[in-house]
């Protein structure tokens, strides 16, 4: 009987010891996780989608590797709303799943390196916007609101923001009367004044699953060269 329980009272050692290592284990990949930088979050945010297929159309997503030395850190709707009003810095709108960003945000990423910004701040606006459809009667109807940090930025964004329209039954285009922050958008901002904005890629990209061609690459990094730049002049971007 003493024998039986020696042998229960080691087992049950031998159960506490492994579930003592699983909880330091676990620990320890919750604290390397917690620890990442913005940069690597992001790198993996858009590379878990490389070579994965949209299941709405078939195609493609296109790859990105931006390396966990990239420029991008995550910020929120307030922080956004600050630097437009009162900040200096470069703002890019986007989400991993947006073909059109996953085109650009290499390049942009090329444009800071070469002209020396060290920090670009990422707003993921897929959930912060608002959902505008048209009912049977090619009414416009708003079946999502968006954020309030949303409508503040589009407020402050307001005259460089494209029209939104919505495609009737006919394929007509319906006015929503409303303005759209799409994604791909890029923003400069020195001393709350807007020095530069793009939206999309280039003219000449259709879709945004095609890949760039080198003089589209090169046309849409001079873009972005000089948002950075004119965000970048006068002031001390990483010490003075």
């Avoid at 850190?73 to 810095?89: H, K, M, P, R």
Wanted: glycine share 8%; aromatic share 8%; hydrophobic share 35%.
């Amino acid at each position: 009987m003493k024998k039986d329980n020696l042998i229960l009272l080691i087992l049950l050692g031998v159960v506490v010891v492994l579930v003592v290592v699983c909880g330091i284990f676990a620990y320890q990949r919750e604290e390397q996780t917690l620890n990442k930088s913005d940069a690597e979050k992001i790198a993996e945010e858009y590379a878990s989608l490389n070579d994965q297929v949209n299941e709405t159309n078939n195609l493609t997503y296109p790859s990105v590797d931006l390396g966990v030395d990239n420029p991008f850190v995550y910020v929120s709707e307030e922080t956004v709303i600050d630097l437009l009003e009162n900040g200096t810095g470069v703002i890019y709108f986007g989400f991993s799943s947006c073909p059109w960003c996953r085109s650009m945000l290499p390049i942009l990423n090329e444009a800071a390196s070469e002209v020396g910004m060290g920090r670009i701040y990422y707003l993921n606006v897929q959930d912060i916007r608002d959902t505008l459809e048209l009912d049977e009667n090619n009414k416009v109807v708003t079946t999502k609101e968006g954020s309030n940090g949303y409508y503040q930025i589009l407020s402050l964004l307001d005259e460089y923001l494209s029209e939104y329209t919505l495609e009737g039954k006919k394929n007509e285009l319906v006015d929503t009367n409303e303005k759209r922050l799409f994604a791909p958008t890029v923003v400069g901002v020195r001393n709350g004044k807007i020095v530069g904005f793009h939206e999309g890629t280039v003219d000449t990209q259709e879709n945004g699953f095609s890949t760039l061609t080198d003089e589209e690459k090169e046309e849409l990094k001079k873009i972005y060269v000089e948002i950075l730049n004119q965000t970048l002049e006068g002031t001390c971007n990483e010490a003075c």
